[in-house]
Every structure is written in structure tokens, then in C-alpha cells.
């Protein structure tokens, strides 16, 4: 099993730009978080989809983002328009129950200049 | 609310050990270990569930007293590869993951030769 994958690793933006991060979760696991990691804030929930539904997306900071999985193998993290605070690394990750061990992927580290 | 854990940094010399606290003030049904090196995705350890059942994964073991709402990881005659910085996660009940599940602020444990 490869993993979950996650894609660019690196981008580096422009404010005001768009930015979207894709995700492979692993096959089988019915559930995807996608979680934000800096030095102040830690990790943090942002969203969470249940069979592709999005179950709890509280943790979204503004209208900004959005996020969506179209199928149980495929999943985005869109930021529009993008903001230097939203510098980050954003990990996927997935798992076959909701409160079990996480798969996270390599994660994607985001510079908003 | 995020669980506290101490201490916040460490440093041992290999073959030394180790004992990492998470602490909540709110009852807990579950709590998570997690690592995560340096530039990598946090790594699932083990979990813990209500009851107090000690765990073990390779010489890193849990203990979770559910009356203190307290986790204990204990790393023992530590290894190079054990360097990085823990989380624990803890969890408040089986429903509505992302209000009942948080990680903490982590521990960073450096191990030298």
C-alpha cells in the first residue's frame, strides 16, 4: 500500500492567489481529515468526510476555504484567495474508523508570500 | 480543549529513559500516541482505550488512568530513532469527532549518542 499521498509537497503562493492541495487516501479507509500543523496553533482539525461526506468541517477558519471528495479516492483542500497567516503544513489523513489510528500523509507545506 | 503535555522538551542520552505525561481536565474515553520527526508526517503509535489497559510498541509502552484523565508514554533504554516530538490525542467520547478529539501541543525528545 503506498500510502496516503499527498500533493504538491511544496507551494509557495502569492497572495491572493488560489491555492488547492490534493489527497489519495488509503483504499478501504472511510474516513479523511485534513488537519493544519504550525508552531503556534499545533495540529488542528479543519475538516473530516465520512464515506466522501463531509461530516464536521468546523474547524475551516473562513469562507476561504473549502474542501471537497468527490470519491472515496480522491480529496481537495482549496484556499481562495489565499492569505500570508494561511502558511502551514496540511496533512491528510485517513483511516477505516473515526477514532482509531491515522494515516497521515507527507503533508503539504504551504508559504503564502 | 487541548490537553497539556509535560514536559515540553527533553533530552536524554541513548540508553536512557523517558516518561511523557498528557493530562486533561475534562473525562477521556481514549488517548492517542503519536510521533512525528522532524519534517515528517506524525506517525501512529498506539492507543489507549477507558480501563487502563497498559500498551507496549517495540520498548515505548502507554498506561492511561482514567480517574486522573492522565496518559503516561514511557520510552525505555532509548534508541537514536526515538528522537522527534510526541503527541498524544485525546478523545471525550464516541460520537462528534471534531468537537470530542484534539491533539496536544507536543514533547520534543532528543535522544544523543
Known amino acids: 500500500d503506498a500510502g496516503v499521498i499527498q500533493s504538491p509537497r511544496h507551494e509557495v503562493t502569492e497572495m491572493g492567489q488560489e491555492v488547492t492541495l490534493r489527497c489519495k487516501p488509503i483504499s478501504g479507509h472511510d474516513y479523511l481529515f485534513w488537519y493544519r500543523q504550525t508552531m503556534m496553533r499545533g495540529l488542528e482539525l479543519l475538516i473530516y468526510f465520512n464515506n466522501n461526506v463531509p461530516i464536521d468541517d468546523s474547524g475551516m477558519p473562513e469562507d476561504r476555504f473549502s474542501a471537497k471528495m468527490p470519491n472515496a479516492s480522491f480529496s481537495t483542500l482549496k484556499i481562495q484567495p489565499s492569505e500570508p497567516r494561511d502558511s502551514a503544513v496540511y496533512f491528510c489523513a485517513s483511516s477505516w474508523e473515526a477514532f482509531y489510528g491515522y494515516t497521515f500523509g507527507s503533508g503539504t507545506r504551504l508559504t503564502v508570500v | 480543549q487541548q490537553p497539556v503535555q509535560s514536559p515540553q522538551a527533553v533530552i536524554l542520552r541513548e540508553g536512557e529513559d523517558a516518561v511523557i505525561n498528557c493530562s486533561s481536565s475534562?473525562?477521556?474515553?481514549?488517548v492517542h500516541w503519536y510521533r512525528q520527526k522532524h519534517g515528517e508526517a506524525p506517525v501512529f503509535l498506539m492507543i489507549l482505550l477507558k480501563g487502563g489497559e497498559q500498551k507496549g510498541h517495540e520498548k515505548i509502552s502507554a498506561s492511561f488512568n482514567e480517574k486522573k484523565q492522565q496518559s503516561s508514554l514511557y520510552l525505555t533504554a532509548s534508541q537514536l530513532s526515538y528522537s522527534g516530538t510526541y503527541f498524544c490525542g485525546t478523545e471525550r467520547g464516541r460520537d462528534n469527532y471534531g468537537q470530542n478529539f484534539v491533539f496536544g501541543p507536543g514533547t520534543r525528545l532528543s535522544v544523543l549518542p
Open positions: 475534562k473525562a477521556l474515553y481514549s
